[in-house]
C-alpha cells in the first residue's frame, strides 16, 4: 500500500499539469467558438428579418465575418499578449482593433460572398450605408464580447488547473505525512514482539537448554521470513502468513502442546497486497492474552476470504476472551492495528473484536481487494 502512495505522489511530482497549447492549437480553437457565434447571429438575424429562405446566406456572410474577424484580433492577442494578465492598455488596444477589423471583415464579406448569390458588390465608396454601418456595429460588439468571452473561458480553465495542481500538491505532503506515520507505527509494533520473545529465551537457557536452542532455531527462521518483508514497502497476503506460520512455529516450541494453529488462505488470494506485519500484533495478542494465560492452551486460527469484492482476514483463538487475560495491554495490538487501517484506507477498511464462539476471541480485518 505504501508502494501505491510513494508511485501516486511520484506521478503527480513528476508530471505537472499541462502547459498551456501553442499558438496554432489556442488560434483554432478559438475559431471554432467564432464559427459557432457566427452561425447563432446568422439565425438571429434570419429570425428578426422575417425571411427564412435567406439563412444559408447569412451563415455564409456571418461566419465569414465572425471567423475573420476573430482570426485578426484573436491573433494580435495570443501573440502580443499570451499571458493571462491583461491590463487596461491591452484591453483598450484591443478594443481599438476590434473597431478598425469590423468594416473590414464585413467589407471583405460583401465583396467575396456577396457574388455567390449573385449581389452586387459596392465599391468603396458606395459602401457606406446605414444598414450596412449598424451591422459594422453590430460585428464590432460581437468582436469584443467574444473576445472576453474568451478570456473569461481561459482563466476559468487556468484557475482550475491552478486549483487541480495546489489539490496534487496537498495530496503529495499528506502522502508523506502518512508514511512517516506508518513507519512510526510499523516501528512500535517490531520490537515489542521480539523483546517478548527474547526475554522467554533468556528465561529458558538455565533452565531447559535444549528447548533454548530449538526456540533459537525458530526466531531465525522467523528473522528470515519476516526480516526483508517487514522492511518492505508492502507485501502480498501469502508473504504474511508465511511470517504469520514462522511466528506460530516459534510459539509453538515456547509452549508446546498447548499451542495448536491453523491457517487457511485460498491459492486465488495469495497475491493480494497489504501492508508488512499487520497480522502480527494480532496473531500475538490472540496467544500472550488468550491462549498464554489460560491453563489447558487453544488454538489459533487464521483465515482469509473474498467478501462482497473485500477481503476479510480473522483471528479466531479459543482463550480466555476479550478482557479476560490478566496481561495488562491487551488492546495495544488492535488499537495500532486499527490505526494503521484508518491511515492507510481510510473508511474503506475496519477491525472487528467480539468474543468468539463458543468462547475465545474474534477478530476480523476487512480490507479493500489490492492485487500485486
Known sequence: MNS????????????????????????????????????????????????????????????????????????????LWPGPARTRAQWAALVALAALTAPVVHFSAVQAVGPLFLHPTPSLFEYPTLPRLSMVVLTFMVLVAGTWTIEHR??????????????????????????????LLQAQIEPHMLFNTLANLQGLIAIDPDRANAMLDQLIQYLRATLGVSRAESTTLGEEFAAMEAYLGLMGVRMGERLRYRLALPPELRQLRLPPMLLQPLVENAIVHGLEPKIEGGEVTLAAERRDGLLDITVLDTGLGPGQSPSKGGGVGVSTTRERLRVLYGERASILLAPGQPQGTLVRLTLPLETA
Do not use: K, M
Open 154 to 183: 481561459e482563466n476559468l480553465q487556468r484557475a482550475r488547473l491552478e486549483h487541480h495542481a495546489a489539490q496534487l500538491r496537498a495530496e503529495t505532503i499528506e502522502r508523506q505525512a502518512v508514511q512517516a506515520q506508518l513507519r
Open 4 to 79: 501505491l502512495l510513494q508511485a501516486t505522489a511520484s506521478r503527480h511530482l513528476d508530471h505537472p499539469p499541462p502547459a498551456e497549447p501553442r499558438f496554432a492549437l489556442r488560434l483554432l480553437r478559438d475559431l471554432r467558438f467564432a464559427a459557432v457565434v457566427g452561425a447563432g447571429a446568422a439565425l438571429i438575424i434570419t429570425l428578426v428579418v422575417g425571411h427564412p429562405e435567406t439563412l444559408y446566406e447569412q451563415l455564409l456572410y456571418s461566419c465569414f465575418i465572425s471567423v475573420t474577424g476573430f482570426a485578426i484580433v484573436d491573433s494580435a492577442r495570443l501573440l
